[in-house]
């Protein structure tokens, strides 16, 4: 039942109202990682430079997930820095160093091609494809991508698009590949591009998740403090497909579970910098915050 | 069971990216009384101009709306004229008349006074606290407001919802009164001013509700068409407070079904400009609807 994952591992320095850090530990497929751990077991693809600390490695592997594909590359890490105002739901990029990220190819590790649930986080659609064609039929291709790769490498990402079982983005995204502005058309436009289900990232407002027959939506959390908003929405795609894959069980009622998961763990995330909340979290804090997502948003049917 | 609600009737100049329309019948009190409608009788309180169309008086009598309190002034009927580019959340005002309004001071008839449920839209703070200083104690108050009055009447809202069971406003305007960026700390800030429950009202991410010891979060029905979003809040108001009086069961788990029965109204009335949708809807529409929010934020509980 393990996952797959491809994405970055990097330094982030982010300031936002209420803080601000210097290079620590970030990157899609580290958030990613870090919350599905919470579930089952990860390899990780992605590359670090040689600055990259023993102890965030130690930390990985403490948390069970498997670093065989993580390579170390002559050079520096990838390194992103960014603001956040008072609308925490907008990052602004102040700069990105993609350092060894440049020249990146995946290679698969032989132990990881087997792997059931695949998770191609934010990267450049050509080299997510190729990381498809280097892994045995996954059971779950799950996919994430961003505006910089719509709007550059579109005919790349719609023939990525074709293999991917669900794809998970923001509501801007959404808008933006679909070239429509209403989200519920929007969805129909994308699921006619492959995917079988679309995943939609609303921020502060939860999630809704369009299949060909069915309409799921939860509210996010509603927390007194969110920290920084970094690494969410990995962390909410790392829960969605981590339940998904510790349960083996794709019916639409599992994958309702799934997202709340999902939602619960970038619940967490959102408390503090970096994964510092991942951290500390237990498996009994997940489960109470579940329970809690049950009771805010429970209601008695009509008959 | 009845209920008495003070506010608008208008004419509406509108022009959405789908169309436009001139002087349509709009306002509050009239979005209000026509959702209520479905679920039980009100009692309508607001004025008009000597322009205001018999055929307009007689949908609302249809609809079994009681209109002794609908006041003709010498002149003419305020007028409102907006605009709504792609993201249908925001209004931009071109144009408000406020004509009849101007000099309005509500009175409140004899055979309202024992009206049990009290809705006071979006009009002066000082003429809503007017109009309750003239009924008799009523089960439940609910108040909307917006930033005009938050802004330039503050002391005399504050003043107001001393008295308010439910205040009904949307997000910005729950940061603003608050005074207090984050949704959950603004809440606590405002059910220290009275209210015992505060209902936000979020477009097109639905609506979080806020009680002293439970929150609620219903995402809205997500529409294939949003047509015009004028007189959504309103709509949303009649439709909770309606059915909150037609059923006379004012606990948490009644409430939270109210919240949805209010979304579905709303949802209904974003499809057509004016009340054209709401003029055509049954009782059995409204029930499908919710079944379908049920479908829509249903999940499976863990253990």
Sequence with gaps: MSILVIGSVAFDSIETPFGKVD???GGSAT?????ASFFTDVNLV???GEDFPD???QMLVDRGIDLA???TAPGKTFRWKGRYGFDLNEAHTLDT???VFETFKPEIPVRYKDSEYVFLANID???QLDVLNQVEKPKLIACDTMNFWIEGKRDALLNTLKHVDVLVINEGEVRQLAEEPNLRKAAQVILSMGPKSLVVKRGEYGVIMFSEHSIFATPAYPLEEVFDPTGAGDTFAGGFIGYLASTRNLTEANIRKAVVFGSVMASFTVESFSLDRLKQLDYDEIKARFKEMKLLSDFEPIV
Tied chains: 1, 2.
């Design 23 to 25: 290079e620590v530990l």
């Design 55 to 57: 102890e965030h490695r």
């Design 125 to 127: 659609p050509e080299l």
């Design 97 to 99: 160093q993609l350092n």
């Design 46 to 48: 992605a590359v670090v």
């Design 31 to 35: 958030y990613f990682s870090t919350a």
């Design 69 to 71: 594909g993580l390579k």
